[in-house]
């Protein structure tokens, strides 16, 4: 067995370097991007396997039930990496090996491998001890001849070998191994400052979970719109250079980035909705379009600013077209007009069943306040994934979405009956993207809404004239406020008002005293602002009667423990202007494997 080990454990090393050199070789034609960024991304893989099993333990192990098949599938991987000449003969791919040694493994500089370095460092550092105990020189080398179909031949092969050596780990290091990948794609995903760099993953992308390739096509999106990794908010350039990159995509739809989104401002079926609604205060209203329900969603845009956010209007219109994963929780948008009458903006999207004829759609804030509804805890717990699912969907596209409150969390049910208690809530959608924007601190930015009570969401810091430039920690701290209505089920307001009258009434009040179902709200302006000063204060505060006592009564410690960390999540989390250095999204898929994990076992 000793024997076993310390081959496999040198044969792993091996064909690790063998990885590097395939990877960091010269002239690999005009895919080199795509065709490196797949072995690297099998690299890692087989890195992370070995890791698994104790390969780079010192002195190895090899944690496996099959250690013979382990043994003789790497040697295949061996033979497949660096026998130069079967690679010749079986793949047509002709290798040159030049007089230049790689000195250091940290000078290929790929752009993926640069991305998974930064998200594992432990990757690269297991490659470079490897490295350190080589015999001999390595050499660079240079691709002599490509066929594009052979080396995809070879790729093709390269992953079944690695398929095999993961069929060996034990089921529930599977599961680790696969939510891993999922976790590392992901943060690259996020970090990837163009669409080039997403083309080229789109192999790795396939390997992951669903929702990170979701997250990452709407990133693509948006960075062909020019909304997310750019400040600009004027019209669309339309340079020689601009128009080679738009075209670069061998992975996504190569055509115009605003097809699939209408301007209706001259439909004659929307002539009467073209007037806008007479009040300022109305954001969202059903409407009839082309015989068909369909929901608007205004936005107000100041004169001064208009001329730069009209292009912008569009190309979120445009941007939101892609938000069609479940993962998402949101509605279709179909396209954008401009009211003649009030100059108010608006996107149209189509219910959560585009075939309904007639449907009823209610707010989580309406249903709060329904008095007769009392969800079970497994939809509640349903309700909050579904939004830190759609919160890390989002960040990870580049996109803060900057109005997460409970009247723009949206349900929908067939018909015009009332709803009662035994509806099913599970089906969430988040709504309100009027003030959304790309997650760069230079981009235009507009103040959020206004409307009442929605400031007892937004973080402390985020109130005022002196309010910092919204981020991701700004959304995370409106989710835990959300979770916080979903795990009592009422109204923030009332959360808030039960404890800080409760505080004056009597101070040590039990908690079964101060969290009834009576709905409550501010006797007036006074105690409106009051509550606004003291809400930090009040969500953060310990012991007998405070909302985080009644929060763990009533929901466990685990989600107690997640709504905190949301609200703490401008300490918990990195605070850069550099997006790589923002470790957020680790702390949002935590948030969301846990609540699923939560909902799974009841």
Not at 95 to 104: A, C, G, K, L
Not at 217 to 231: C, F, N, Q, S, T
Not at 519 to 534: A, F, H, S, W
Request: proline share 4%; net charge neutral; aromatic share 8%.
């Amino acid at each position: 067995m000793a024997g076993i080990i310390g081959e496999a454990a040198s044969i792993a090393s091996f064909v690790s370097l063998s990885f590097v050199l395939l990877s960091a070789a010269q002239e690999l034609g005009s895919r080199g991007d795509v065709l490196a960024c797949q072995l690297e991304w099998e690299h890692y893989r087989l890195q992370t396997w070995a890791r698994f099993v104790g390969l780079f333990n010192d002195p190895p192990e090899l944690n496996v039930f099959n250690p013979t098949l382990v043994q003789s599938t790497l040697a295949n991987l061996e033979q497949l990496l660096t026998n130069a000449a079967k690679l010749k003969e079986h793949y047509g791919l002709d290798i040159i090996i030049t007089d230049e040694e790689i000195r250091e493994v940290r000078s290929l500089n790929r752009r993926f491998g640069c991305l998974l370095e930064k998200t594992k460092p432990q990757f690269i550092n297991d490659t470079a001890r490897v490295y350190a105990r080589r015999n001999n020189a390595w050499r660079k080398v240079r691709w002599g001849a490509i066929d594009s179909n052979r080396l995809r031949l070879l790729l093709k092969d390269i992953r079944y070998f690695n398929k095999r050596l993961l069929s060996v780990l034990h089921p529930s290091d599977q599961e680790l191994n696969y939510k891993d990948e999922s976790s590392v794609m992901r943060s690259i995903v996020a970090q990837s400052p163009d669409k080039a760099l997403l083309d080229a993953m789109s192999g790795p992308l396939e390997m992951v979970d669903e929702t990170v390739a979701a997250a990452a096509r709407l990133r693509h999106k948006g960075l062909l719109l020019e909304l997310i990794g750019l400040p600009s908010c004027g019209p669309p350039r339309t340079s020689r250079r601009a128009q080679s990159t738009t075209n670069v995509s061998t992975t996504h739809h190569k055509c115009s980035p605003l097809k699939g989104v209408k301007n209706l401002q001259q439909s004659p079926d929307l002539l009467s909705l073209c007037q806008g609604p007479v009040s300022a205060e109305v954001s969202r209203e059903v409407v009839q379009y082309d015989g068909r329900p369909v929901i608007v969603e205004w936005k107000d845009v100041a004169s001064a600013v208009e001329s730069k956010l009209k292009y912008r209007i569009t190309r979120v219109a445009a941007f939101l077209t892609e938000m069609r994963s479940p993962a998402f929780h949101s509605l279709t948008c179909f396209g954008f007009l401009k009211a003649s009458r009030t100059g108010r903006y608006a996107y149209l999207f189509r219910p959560s069943n585009a075939s309904c004829t007639a449907f009823s759609m209610w707010s989580l804030n309406e249903l709060l306040y329904l008095g007769s509804l009392r969800p079970r805890l497994n939809t509640r717990l349903g309700i909050a994934l579904a939004m830190a699912e759609t919160v890390l969907q989002l960040h990870t596209a580049g996109w803060l979405h900057k109005g997460i409150r409970a009247d723009n969390i949206l349900f929908f049910k067939s018909g015009t009956e009332q709803w009662n208690s035994k509806d099913d809530l599970s089906s969430a959608y988040l709504g309100g993207y009027e003030y959304a924007r790309a997650d760069n601190p230079l981009e235009t930015t507009e103040a959020p809404s206004s409307k009442l009570h929605s400031e007892l969401y937004r973080h402390p810091n985020s109130l005022g004239q002196g309010r910092a430039s919204f981020h991701k920690r700004f959304d995370l701290y409106s989710l835990g406020c959300v979770l916080l209505e979903v795990a009592f089920w009422l109204p923030l307001p009332t959360i808030l008002l039960q404890r800080l009258r409760g505080q004056s009434d009597e101070k040590d009040a039990p908690c079964s005293a101060l969290y009834s179902m009576a709905i409550l709200g501010p006797r007036n302006d006074t105690e409106y602002y009051l509550m606004v000063k003291e809400k930090q204060k009040l969500l953060e505060e310990l012991g007998t009667g405070s909302i985080r006592a009644e929060l763990e009564f009533q929901m466990g410690n685990i989600y107690s423990k997640l709504v905190m960390d949301c609200l703490h999540a401008e300490r918990k989390c990195s605070s850069s202007a550099d997006e790589e250095l923002d470790d957020s999204l680790e702390l949002q898929e935590t948030i969301v494997s846990t609540l699923r994990n939560l909902l799974d076992v009841l």
